[in-house]
């Protein structure tokens, strides 16, 4: 294939206009089998070629738009436009200001009658390029490499067919998903997808840049997109709204992270940060004291200091407080500290008291604020010295794995939990409400440990 963008297209080339186009037909004597035309010079460059095309030569008449995703209906106006400059294949670009925007253009494509290649870009976008194959689209584009890419958005192509499984993507595929802000440093994909393809599932899991919760599922309404959905910071709690039912322990944390589309329609939201949170840590104390799973909590009792009242916050406080420990929250807002802490018959501290908050030793810290995420990986919610009265810390943070904190909890000889356990065993809590099935724990545990 043969791209020689002009500037005026949002391309590199600045030079003479018939001298770019030399070079496009000169490309097309020499064998290649796809030329790139713009619309505007589409009929100039159509009529130049006319009785010289060799048999398996395609044209693309293509259209860059750089602002935004204009209505359905120009969009159809514009394929239309496309199909009557001769091309023989019709690509349209547009660029995402919302995950939404790709409606549009999947509608366009799904009942053309030619060939159409239909990108909309930008990370928003992303799913355009992914799910090209589900509905229709005659190719995408994928990077040779991850600093190489010729358009905003771009996956590269090892990630098109090896993270995604773009081969394998059908029109019948089911299509789950991330939704979060920001969603691109999810691992999620990567177990999901790798766990579809072992058992051979038809089934596809996406990153979902959404901006407004209720927009995107009032867009994305068909069953088999979206099948269901892991859902993120920051639309844990926001996304209640949107549910038609709700699992009774997600309504009582007021936070949800994982949502089913059952064949009617209808979003059904689950909680499973509490599950593996919670699992995890009781596993990490049982190991270092060799008690039995069947004794009992190990938590019960104990003092559980919670940081952040957000989503996680409130699964790891509402979890803490089912397996019989005191509960602490500290927030840097006083106020949704005190408000989460009453839930659960606690205590409300503010972040900046954490470091002098000593009331015993042995207890037990859970960071779920964003405090020593990428990029800003110096940063720690506590100071080291403070880390002493604790006899475990965890850290919800699953990049980097080896936070500060983590850091910092090892060495002053704590018991530590990552949160790639968390993401590891809630996710299998999710595989199989998707799926009905168990999950695959040892390829889960496997790519994690290669990846995290």
Request: charged share 25%; proline share 5%; with cysteine.
């Amino acid at each position: 294939m043969c791209f020689f963008r002009p500037i005026w297209e949002g391309g590199q080339y600045e030079g003479d206009e018939n001298k770019r186009q030399d070079a496009l037909r000169l490309a097309m004597e020499l064998g290649a089998s796809y030329i790139d035309v713009e619309l505007e010079v589409a009929h100039e460059f159509n009529n130049s070629i006319y009785g010289k095309k060799p048999q398996n030569f395609k044209v693309i008449v293509s259209s860059h738009n750089f602002h935004n995703t204009p209505s359905t209906e120009a969009i159809g106006n514009l394929v239309a436009r496309i199909q009557a400059s001769g091309a023989d294949i019709v690509k349209i670009a547009t660029t995402a200001l919302d995950i939404t925007d790709v409606a549009r253009v999947l509608q366009v494509t799904v009942h053309s009658q030619v060939p159409t290649i239909a990108i909309v870009m930008g990370e928003r976008g992303l799913i355009s390029r992914l799910l090209s194959p589900k509905f229709g689209g005659y190719l995408t584009y994928g990077a040779l490499e991850a600093g190489a890419i010729s358009a905003p958005g771009q996956p590269t192509a090892k990630d098109l067919l090896d993270l995604y499984n773009f081969r394998l993507i059908k029109p019948d595929t089911k299509v789950y998903g991330i939704i979060g802000k920001p969603v691109g440093h999810s691992k999620s994909p990567l177990l999901f997808n790798a766990a579809f393809k072992k058992v051979g599932l038809n089934a596809v899991y996406v990153h979902l840049l959404v901006d407004d919760v209720e927009k995107f599922f009032n867009t994305y309404s068909a069953p088999d997109f979206i099948s269901g959905c892991s859902c993120t910071i920051p639309h844990k709690e926001v996304a209640i709204k949107c549910m038609d039912t709700i699992d009774p322990i997600a309504q009582k944390i007021g936070a949800i992270n994982n949502i089913v589309r059952k064949p009617d329609g209808k979003l059904t939201a689950f909680n499973t940060d509490y599950i593996g949170a919670i699992e995890a840590i009781e596993d990490g104390l049982r190991e270092s004291n060799g008690s039995s799973p069947a004794v009992g909590s190990p938590l019960a009792g104990k003092l559980f200091v919670v940081l952040g009242a957000g989503g996680a916050g409130k699964s790891l406080a509402y979890g803490a407080k089912e397996k019989g420990a005191r509960v602490v929250v500290a927030n840097r807002t006083f106020e949704r500290a005190k408000d989460l802490a009453d839930k659960v018959g606690g205590q409300a501290l503010t972040l900046a008291e954490i470091e002098n908050f000593h009331p015993e030793d042995g207890m037990i810290l859970a960071n779920t604020t964003s405090v020593g995420m990428k990029p800003k990986i110096d940063d720690t919610p506590i100071p080291k010295h403070a880390l002493k009265h604790y006899s475990l810390v965890f850290d919800a943070i699953y990049t980097p794995k080896d936070t500060r904190l983590l850091r910092e909890a090892k060495e002053s000889g704590k018991i530590i939990v990552y949160g790639t356990e968390m993401l590891i065993r809630q996710g299998f809590e999710q595989y199989k409400n998707f799926t009905g099935l168990p999950a695959p724990e040892e390829l889960f545990r496997e790519l994690m440990s290669k990846h995290a």
